[in-house]
């Protein structure tokens, strides 16, 4: 069994590595709200996204931008209507939004200094390492498949919970 | 010695009492509990619970699995279950009469075919009391049909006794689901007039309704049949209606309920291999509710199913049969995920099922099964998943009422248990994104049936009765397999090469044994044993412009090793003859604008099928040719609402002859009007 976790571990390492990090593209949109409606207080409706950004970072705000012009003045994904704005990273605690996207070229100390979790506002993000350093609540990723990663932590801060059926299908970690 | 009624009551009382237990906490085995719309739209392919009992998606599933979606099955042209089914890899369809067909999971096919566990959203729906499907009474028309599930190999350890070979487990839309009504006519060849419908209405955002019913008359082949035969056709019928609801308690709450009826008559190949006409008429109610808790998902099931057939005496020996046989299963099982990596599934049952005797009515044959169940998948890593599923199964059979003058059974002789264990263990490994491997073992239990356990008593002039025997054994089957799927993305496509090797033990054969000092003739008997060895190379895939294609080949070899003196001649038994070394299947499909055009195409090589030599209970193999059939639909959507359709079965040949002892099939071709509203 030993070698089996460990060849294991080696083609996941692989296979997460090779795409740690993706540009948010509508079908990962898509996912994103499909995933949310397996809340347990599922969103509905018209929905603020706060999309969040390191300011500092040409790049980040340019993804960011990329992000709002994506969702335009609003798009239906699932059952919701996403309407976005655009949040520095610092100023994710007075936002008044419903749901967090997280672009990408945020520092990993900047994202978890903002404290998104402890908002209690649902935070999704295709940067990977955000989730999996505990900034971010859930990771999503659609190609070459679906794959959706939760934070347990981050989602026991954000009093979040999801339904069995949908855990016992994703990654948590 | 306690009475037969007081056995009786008791068995009842218990059964009621772990009804209500089941009933009290909540539902069943979650096939309409999980939403598969949501979790389809979402990881962009089918989900199944038919697996593991927990949700997974199909290309992460440790059992060779495959699912038709409704589109696959609006496309294919059929219209009844089998013809659908024959289009699957690793199935066999043995028809033998235009409504009737013995369906087998990699080989192991005869007549009234036991191995295969069939289920609608997790009932099951095959005559209990023999273990075989008389398809057409089943209560779902196939616009209603989500996807079908089918699982090759024994998936004891989560469905119980009967998952042997294979498991079928029809998903229908639920009624939270955007049901699409509609309705469908169809005339074809053999006579045939078809009605078919299907509404849906939801109630707020909370509660559903979805009514469907199907009604279809017909003649049937026309094909010479066996003298024996002679008198089985007098008129196909169906009638169908299944109705499905469903309300959200509270936020996490929810309670579906179910009743079906349905009404078949047609002729069918029993197990001495002679054709008679068989007359259905079953129910089915069954309530779940499913709770979302601290513990994670629990789901509580209750259903009764009662079937009524009878058997109509041709010119043949065969006398007149009338089965009385109902079940009563309750479930209890949740779902929950323990830590970051583990899924654990818990699971109990309690089953009551109960057959009446016949032709000598006056006593019933029946048992009842407690059983416990467990299944713990293991993420290891985000590659790596080890599944494992054990369940014990713990059963009691019993006989009460009259036992007739000159028998030399008694009803003590049925108290007895039968006690199996089961288990199915599976690693899914994701070598790249492109490959997975599988490793699977598992082990199933079949039990005898009713049937074979006494419930046909026969009496023989001036003092023999033909009986079933309560001390039959169950037949063990267990199965060793290896696959390996690829995505093929130059060419849109998936490879799937499988290996497996099987062994079944305690084979039943309906016929054949005897205790003649005790008056007793045509006993069931455990025969022998077999083994099975079988490749699947299976390859389907899309183009640009609309085009779907499909191929597959099956090398499957059996080897029976049956007891000294148990053959086809005096157990009407045989397997390593009756299943053809190597089935090729191929199938394309074109889409364009309103039009539709499929193919598909069966070779079977050559075989020897089983046919009656006298009219009792002594068989021969007769030589089956290889043969090819084709089957083919022309679709063309004349607006959003209406689609008019042509399709046909066994085109290449006006009738053909596919197995031994039944009339050759006949070319069959429909069209169909559908409407959307």
Known sequence: ?173 | MRSPGTIYEQTMKKTLMWTLVGAAFGSGAFAQTVDHAALEQLFGEPVTTNATGSPQRESEVPASMEIIDAEEIRRSGARDLPALLRHVTGIDVLQTSLDYADVGVRGYNQAFSPRLLVLVDNRQVYADYYGFTPWTSIPVELAEIRQIEIVRGPSSALFGFNAVGGVINIITYAPRDDIPNSAAATIGTQGLTQLSAMTGWKIGETAGVRIAVGRQESDDFSTPESAFDVGSRRGNHREALHIDGGVNIVDGVRADFEGTYSDAAHPERGPLYLTDFLTYETHSVQARVAAETGLGLIEGVIYSNDIHAEVFPDVQVSPFLAFDNEVTVAQLESVSKIGRSHTLRLSFERRHNSMQTTPIEGADVFYDVTSFGGMWEWKITDALTLTNALRSDDLRLGRSGSVPPGYSLQNSDWDRSIAETSFNSGVVWRLTDADVLRFMVGRGAQLPSLFNLGGVLIPVPPSFYVSGSPALGATIVTNYEVSWSRALASLGATLRVSAFRGKTVGIVATVGGSNIAAGLAGLPVNVGDSRESGIEVAIEGKFAGGWRWGASYSPLRIDDDFRPGYTVATTLTDFEHTTPRHTLDANVGWARGPWEVDAYLRYRSSFDGIENALGGTAGVLLPVSGYVSVDARLGYRVNDKVTLAVAGQGLTQAEQVQTAGTPAVERRVLATVQFAF
């Open chain 1, 1 to 173: 069994m030993r070698v089996l976790t460990s060849l294991g571990t080696l083609c996941a390492c692989f296979a997460i590595s090779a795409s740690a990090f993706a540009e948010m593209t509508p079908i990962d949109l898509q996912i994103a709200a499909r995933a949310l409606s397996f809340m347990e207080r599922p969103l509905s409706g018209a929905i603020r996204v706060g999309i969040l950004y390191a300011p500092d970072n040409p790049r980040s705000v340019r993804e960011a931008e990329a992000l709002r012009d994506l969702l335009g003045a609003g798009v239906k994904a699932g059952k919701l209507e996403l309407q976005p704005s655009l949040v520095g990273i610092r100023e994710a605690a007075a936002a008044k939004v419903d749901l967090f996207f997280l672009a990408g070229f945020v520092g990993p100390a900047e994202a978890n200094a903002a404290g998104i979790s402890a908002l209690k506002v649902p935070c999704v993000t295709t940067d990977i390492a955000q989730v999996e350093g505990g900034a971010c609540l859930m990771g999503v990723r659609s190609s070459p498949k679906v794959q959706i990663m939760i934070n347990r932590a981050a989602a026991k801060n954000s009093g979040i919970t999801f339904a069995t059926v949908f855990r016992v299908m994703i990654t948590e970690i």
